[in-house]
């Protein structure tokens, strides 16, 4: 493994340090649970191949054992460290809680963890901090196209840690805090974005909120309104497109595994907004490409790679081409990017581009669209999810989060059908007199024969399942023998996403329901 290095200053070789030391890390923890294996990846020549079995199984609770504190000393070789130990110990946590969950493969909390540490590092940590001084501390991120979240939870238990550290040196010195240093002292939160929220994401909520209840709630006082407790949760997770996202500066952007064009999507909104970027690009695919792209790729697989200047130097296989003009895409933009490496044991797609902004944001046509544009709408309606981190923004995400308010939004995408019933009123005449006030048909009438019907074959009746409505036009006047044909709009409350349900509900009414209790009226065909 290797990292590139793009700057030389102090700032890279104290990021390169920390670096070392996180890759001794992981190549112990792989050591230690034996991923290679469990059915990892290792080379033969030229070739990267499958090895052993066993790191695709579900964790369960019969695996805690695997992540006990006790055998430290031997995990660390002889070699402990402060440093180590506590992130030793926090991801023992980690896998345990992950553990209970019953729904992780273990191949899934080592790339997660792996992910998070040099994200941590790299952006959260105090060292982070202290050297991106002239930058807003970053208390905040986005974990784009998440799934199950978990790389949030590892980022907060790490952030916890730092945090409660910070507490016990302020309780020994009885330091208040005040509101200059808030910014720097109040807790990292998340907000988690997919497609679709996953059973495993409620779930791991769940445990983690009952193993951490300091994550449930933050009693600290905002910078907006210091007078005033602030309480929230530190972790939201929101439904919804990435494109949805309003992204700022003061956020850092999370895309693990983002799979082919929504990697340069990420990146774009990251340089629109000269937000700090975290991404791990996934799914390279030819069809991505613009034509000019495809032809320099085809180029260079027929000729020797060179390097010329400050351009990228594309190795021959497509995923390096393509995470090579991205890398370069955030370099013109003035970004600071790191890229460095998980072992290949934890995942095959092990590259992390990790980007930090220029302090002013510079003028550029890198934020235009590296790959042919495919909008998406999902089937639901935008809304949008703001990230800067402010209070009145962390209060709009937390009304849109949650199982609830998704599937709220969904219900109002997609409301359950309706279908139209006319029916040609009965024509005034000696043989109708006195049947009027029986057998006349309106929307009330309609709605208390079909609540009647409800009552007699449910067990409650309480809740309706059809709602009638009349449509706001002028009744229908049949030219020839001025008969007057009505419309009545019926909504089938219980038969969303059942198209065929409803219609067949429907024939029973025109053919059944309308001609037994309206004697008087004939459907309109």
């Known amino acids: 493994m290797a990292v590139s290095e793009i700057a030389s200053d102090d700032v890279s ?70 440093l180590t130990r506590k992130r030793f110990s926090i991801f023992n946590r980690f896998a345990r809680s992950v553990c209970h969950m019953k729904a992780i493969a273990r191949k899934e909390i080592f790339e997660a963890w792996a992910g998070a540490l040099y994200v941590y590092e790299t952006f959260l940590s105090h060292r982070a901090l202290t050297l991106q001084q002239k930058r807003r501390p970053i208390k905040r991120f986005a974990d784009l196209a998440c799934s199950h979240g978990l790389l949030s939870w590892a980022l907060l238990l790490l952030s916890l840690s730092e945090e409660e550290e910070e507490k016990r040196e302020q309780s020994e010195n009885q330091q208040q805090q005040t509101q ?37 709630d933050d009693g600290s006082a905002s910078v907006e309104s210091p007078d005033n407790a602030e309480s929230f949760s530190r972790w939201d997770y929101v439904e919804g497109p990435v494109e949805n996202i309003v992204p700022h500066e003061s956020t850092l952007l999370v895309g693990i ?83 460095v490496w998980i072992p290949v044991e934890f995942s095959p797609k092990n590259r992390i581009l990790l980007a930090i902004p220029p302090s002013t944001q510079l003028p550029s046509s890198a934020a235009i669209a590296l790959t042919k544009p495919k909008p998406k709408t999902w089937g639901i309606p935008y809304f949008p999810i ?18 609830v308010t998704a599937d709220q939004r969904r219900e109002d995408a997609h409301p359950p059908p309706a279908i139209s019933v006319s029916v040609w009123l009965p024509q005034e005449g000696p043989q109708n007199d006195g049947d009027n006030d029986r057998d006349a048909i309106s929307v009330q009438a309609l709605q208390n024969v079909l ?49 065929a349900k409803a219609r067949a509900r429907h024939k029973i009414l025109k053919e059944v329901t309308i001609p037994h209790h309206f004697p008087n009226v004939v459907i309109r065909s």
């Open 180 to 216: 200059q240093n808030y910014q720097a002292s109040r807790p990292v939160t998340a907000v988690c974005i997919d497609i679709a929220m996953s059973k495993s994401s409620e779930t791991a909520a769940g445990i983690f909120y009952k193993e951490y209840p300091q994550f449930c």
């Open 451 to 499: 609540n009647a019907s409800d009552q007699d074959n449910t067990t409650n009746g309480s809740t309706p399942t059809m709602r009638v409505e009349e449509p706001q036009r002028k009744p229908y006047v049949n030219p020839t023998d001025g008969r007057i044909s009505k419309t009545f709009r019926v909504h089938y409350l219980d038969c969303r996403n059942n198209k």
């Open 13 to 82: 070789g104290e990021t390169s340090s920390r670096y070392d030391i996180i890759r001794q890390e992981l190549a112990l923890l792989s050591d230690w649970h034996r991923m290679r294996e469990r059915g990892g990846f290792e080379k033969d020549g030229d070739k990267i191949v499958r090895s052993g079995a066993g790191r695709t199984r579900t964790l369960k609770p019969k695996h805690l054992e695997d992540f006990s504190d006790d055998d430290y000393e031997a995990y660390c070789q002889g070699h402990p460290s402060e």
């Open 386 to 403: 703001p990230l800067e981190d402010v209070s009145n923004a962390r209060s709009v995400v937390r009304s849109v989060a949650g199982r």
């Open 257 to 339: 595994h983002a799979c082919g064009r929504l990697s340069d999507t990420i990146i774009n909104l990251a340089i629109s907004s000269n937000a700090p970027l975290a991404l791990v690009p996934c799914c390279h695919s030819k069809k991505i490409l613009t034509p000019e792209q495809a032809e320099g790729f085809a180029a260079l697989l027929a000729s020797k790679p060179s390097s010329s200047g400050n351009a990228p130097i594309p190795s021959y296989t497509l995923a390096d081409f393509m995470d090579s003009m991205r890398k370069q895409r955030l370099i013109d933009a003035g970004y600071d990017v790191q890229e």
